[in-house]
């Protein structure tokens, strides 16, 4: 599988943005997709994912209730619509997909098989 991220940009705090991420590949469907985000100096975090077998998702405490995760698997592709962005959301995000993750393993990023390349978001006035 091979990851492609798009999206990402410079917005004023209170703006929006929409994060795609295009997968290769079959079996799209079977896969976990995540995204993680990683700032200057600091550990690559868990943002968001998406079980696609059964439509679960799950939010890092910080982003909740701005950002939601989707994925279209008629098209291959997994999505990240960030709200009301904050400067602390600005960082490098990374989409990745990961296969048989159970709930526990899902916020962590050892756990994922695939990753695209980054693509910067920088919220600032």
């Known amino acids: 599988v091979q990851l492609q991220a798009s999206g990402g940009g410079l917005v004023q705090p209170g703006g929006s943005l929409r994060l795609s991420c295009a997968a290769s590949g079959r079996a799209f469907r079977q896969y976990t997709m995540g995204w993680f985000r990683q700032a200057p100096g600091k550990e690559r975090e868990f943002v968001a994912a998406i079980r696609q077998t059964d439509n679960s998702r799950y939010y890092a405490d910080s982003v909740k209730g701005r950002f939601t995760i989707s994925g279209d698997n008629a098209k291959n592709t997994a999505y990240l619509q960030m709200n009301n962005l904050k400067p602390e959301d600005t960082a490098n995000y990374y989409c990745?997909?990961?296969?048989?993750?159970?709930?526990?393993?899902?916020?962590?990023?050892?756990?994922?098989?695939?990753w695209g390349q980054g693509t910067q978001v920088t919220v600032s006035s």
């Open positions: 990745a997909a990961g296969s048989g993750l159970i709930v526990s393993s899902i916020r962590q990023p050892s756990r994922y098989n695939y």
